[in-house]
């Protein structure tokens, strides 16, 4: 893993207009302790192909675009004029990803015992240091945002579960790390297995997959922080995280302007690795538009979403 320097078209279309039902009262401790729930409804060849490619590392596909930050940088600059300090091109990513999951949710599916699932929650992944230097161990951080977050809702859940991280010394998951590393390999090794087992069976215990950096919606790092371009980053077999991107250094860019002048744009580059048994190449390609189309106008995600839409049952 990567660490991640926080501090660094049309329009889409809505593809259904109604909001998510409230779930009755007596459904609730069950999504409170479920990752989320068996999609029934897909076409023969989505079921089939978890079958085919069984583990994520088969099923990897893999993506690299550039996009002007222009805007982006001017709502940066608002932002921390209103107080946000160290607001940055991560958080615009992380909102715009957010606000792409309230419309197109087939995106924050997982697949679990080869079966592809609706996740109830949105839980996104990321690497920090806990002090800016090479000696200071990466710690992986998790927030579960509401679907309907804002960009400034965005900053304030990242800062609180930065600073309860570099507060303490080791997090829940860091602990129990600790203690597993301390058996002999055969004894790791044996209790790897049997997690990956239960994990494939969806018996893993809830309180471990949400402590667990390997499973989750979306995981991001920057590479800018580094100074270096972005990478791709493998998706892990252990676990169900479908989407990793990685940001690389910002840079201006010459052009050639309509009346044949030549202007000068600020961009970054990003690549993105999908699991792409969860969805369609389509639905992929649209929910990627949708995410550069809110990093291109970030002031939209200073806002909720109109509606929520739920995922297929």
């Known amino acids: 893993m990567n660490h991640t320097d926080i501090n660094e078209q049309a329009v889409p279309t809505v593809e259904e207009n109604t909001q998510i039902p409230t779930a009755p009262a007596a459904k609730k401790k069950e999504k409170r302790f479920k990752e989320g729930r068996r999609i029934k409804t897909l076409p ?4 089939i192909t978890p079958f085919i490619m069984k583990k994520r590392n088969d099923a990897l596909n893999y993506y690299t675009d550039s996009i002007e930050i222009d805007d982006a940088e001017r709502f940066i600059a608002e932002k921390r004029a209103q107080g946000l300090t160290g607001f940055g091109l ?9 606000r792409t999951v309230a ?3 087939g995106i924050n599916r997982f697949i679990r015992g080869q079966r592809i ?7 996104i992944c990321l690497t920090i240091k806990k002090e800016m230097n090479p000696n200071s161990p990466d710690v992986v951080v998790k927030f579960f945002p509401k679907a ?4 400034t809702d965005i900053y304030n859940e990242v800062n609180s579960v930065i600073e309860q991280s570099r507060a303490t010394n080791d997090s829940d998951f860091e602990g129990l790390m600790n203690v ?3 058996l002999p390999a055969f004894l790791f090794r044996f209790t790897i297995g049997t997690f990956t087992l239960l994990d494939y069976y969806r018996m893993l215990p809830r309180f471990l997959t949400k402590l667990s950096p390997f499973h989750g919606s979306y995981f991001i790092t920057s590479m800018g922080s580094l100074g270096i371009r972005p990478i791709y980053h493998h998706i892990y077999n252990f676990g169900n995280v479908p989407l990793f991107t990685s940001l690389g250094t910002k840079y ?5 302007k ?3 002048t030549v202007g000068t744009r600020r961009k970054v580059d990003f690549k993105v690795v999908m699991d792409e048994r969860i969805c369609d190449g389509f639905y992929y390609a649209s929910a990627l538009k949708t995410m550069m189309y809110y990093i291109r106008h970030p002031e939209k995600l200073d806002y909720p979403p109109e509606k929520v839409v739920p995922d297929v049952r």
């Open 103 to 105: 419309e197109k949710p």
């Open 148 to 151: 309907d977050a804002t960009a």
């Open 252 to 256: 201006k860019e010459n052009y050639i």
């Open 180 to 182: 597993l590393v301390k």
């Open 117 to 123: 699932y609706a996740r109830n929650n949105i839980e």
């Open 258 to 260: 309509s009346d044949g």
């Open 90 to 98: 991560m958080h615009i990513f992380l909102a715009a990803y957010v």
């Open 44 to 47: 023969p060849l989505t079921v």
